[in-house]
């Protein structure tokens, strides 16, 4: 009777955890089938993710035109960008950015980066922006975004230099203003790609600053 009864008991140990391994197995199945679809579509969500092109523009640019982004700066707080072709060509966070105006030059039939400054329109030298005026190689695509005070320096023969750019707004830029820009040396007429806002404190967005701007789009390759 004692042999018979371990024995029964053994069965009903045996049979407990033969049970308990099978519930767990068939839990263990269910959930991954249960996880399986989520997975599937939460890859699938990702590949209906808006599709941004260069520069972040929502659109790829026609063949023969370049791709660009150009914000000013805001207030005296951040600091201006430029993108050209999907590059960044000045940036607060390349660190090559100044109050003023900020200048990049572009050869305008490859697209490759000629060059970038940043000309401190309040207490620099203006000579040194007139110097650089002067010197912009046939070609060239000048690039412009201003932060902070753009205009306290300029004098009439910066402003002449780039309204030859091609700038409909160089004679009237003043301290403060925000400004964005894109012409070439010697343009014929007036440049489409620019964008002006005027320091008025009735209608600026910042203290003591009028909105930042941006103007993003794709431009021709030269010539215009």
């Given at each position: 009777m004692r042999v018979s009864g371990v024995l029964r008991l053994l069965a009903l140990i045996f049979a407990i955890i033969t049970t308990w391994i099978f519930v767990r197995s068939y839990m263990s199945a269910s959930m991954k089938t249960i996880r399986l679809p989520r997975w599937l579509a939460a890859s699938s969500t990702k590949e209906t993710q808006v599709v941004k092109f260069k520069c972040g523009l929502t659109k790829p640019c026609p063949a023969n035109y370049f791709a660009f982004k150009i914000c000013s700066?805001?207030?005296n707080v951040v600091g201006p960008s430029m993108c050209f072709e999907d590059h960044v060509i000045m940036s607060p966070v390349?660190?090559?950015v100044g109050r003023g105006l900020?200048?990049?030059?572009?050869?305008?039939?490859?697209?490759?980066?000629l060059g970038q400054r940043a000309?401190?329109?309040y207490s620099g030298d203006v000579k040194r922006l007139v110097?650089?005026?002067?010197?912009?190689?046939?070609?060239?695509?000048?690039l412009v975004a201003s932060y902070d005070d753009p205009g306290t320096k300029m004098e009439d023969e910066s402003r002449k230099l780039f309204s030859d750019l091609g700038s409909s707004y160089a004679k009237q830029l003043g301290f403060r203003?925000?400004?964005?820009?894109?012409?070439?040396?010697?343009?014929?007429?007036?440049?489409?790609?620019?964008?002006f806002l005027k320091n008025n404190p009735d209608t600026n967005k910042y203290?003591?600053?009028?909105?930042?701007?941006?103007m993003e789009g794709c431009l021709p390759r030269k010539p215009f």
């Open positions: 700066g805001a207030a390349k660190n090559n900020n200048i990049a030059l572009v050869n305008g039939t490859t697209g490759a980066v000309f401190d329109m110097k650089f005026l002067k010197e912009i190689p046939e070609g060239a695509l000048v203003d925000s400004w964005v820009f894109i012409g070439t040396k010697d343009f014929r007429g007036k440049s489409p790609f620019e964008q203290e003591g600053w009028p909105e930042l701007l941006e």
